[in-house]
């Protein structure tokens, strides 16, 4: 009886562990994102987790409404949520180096994502981001929500034509 318990809870741990692991489905349009570093989760070699548009809206889209130093007016933005991608690819680290088309690159706590909700905007005020608009992905912060948001160095942090997030 012992042994049965023992090998019906090592076969369980199996599945679970097998599940977790479980691959991320392949891009099936334009990558928008890349995800490198200390991921869990991943669709391509060298264990990076690639993502296309439709891949972001699935894990769900979340809108802030809020200021930013680089638009006129309250701006209406939609997107991803970081943590809820941070989970997707099973993220475990410190901090994130996000670059841009142009290799911007700044640092982000992890713990930002989880204090704050910090989306991947993929739409401003209804219309899909482009490279032309600093899309195809705009980090936001929820600038209006709390004083401490409205800081140079969180603007620093707020990359827009994001192509890559390394998890460290």
């Known amino acids: ?37 200390q991921i869990g989760r991943s669709n391509a070699a060298g264990g990076e987790a690639r993502f296309d548009r439709a891949m972001l809206e699935r894990i769900g889209l979340t809108e802030v409404v809020t200021s930013t130093p680089w638009h006129p007016k309250v701006m209406r ?6 943590r809820a991608l941070l989970s997707t690819v ?38 899909d981001l482009t490279l032309r608009d600093m899309g195809p992905l705009f ?15 969180i603007y620093a942090r707020s990359v827009w034509q994001l192509r890559r997030l390394e998890v460290r």
């Open 77 to 82: 933005f939609e997107g991803v949520l970081l």
């Open 139 to 153: 980090i936001i912060y929820p600038y209006d929500s709390d004083r401490a948001l409205k800081a140079d160095g």
């Open 1 to 37: 009886m012992r042994r049965g318990l023992l090998a019906f809870a090592l076969i369980l741990l199996a599945a679970v562990s097998g599940r977790a692991a479980e691959p991320l489905p392949p891009p099936q349009g334009e990558v928008l994102l890349t995800i490198t570093g």
């Open 90 to 127: 099973q993220a475990r680290g410190g901090s994130l180096l996000a670059v841009a088309h142009n290799d911007y690159t700044a640092r982000l706590p992890l713990q930002d994502a989880e204090r704050y909700d910090v989306i991947l905007a993929l739409r401003a005020d209804g219309r």
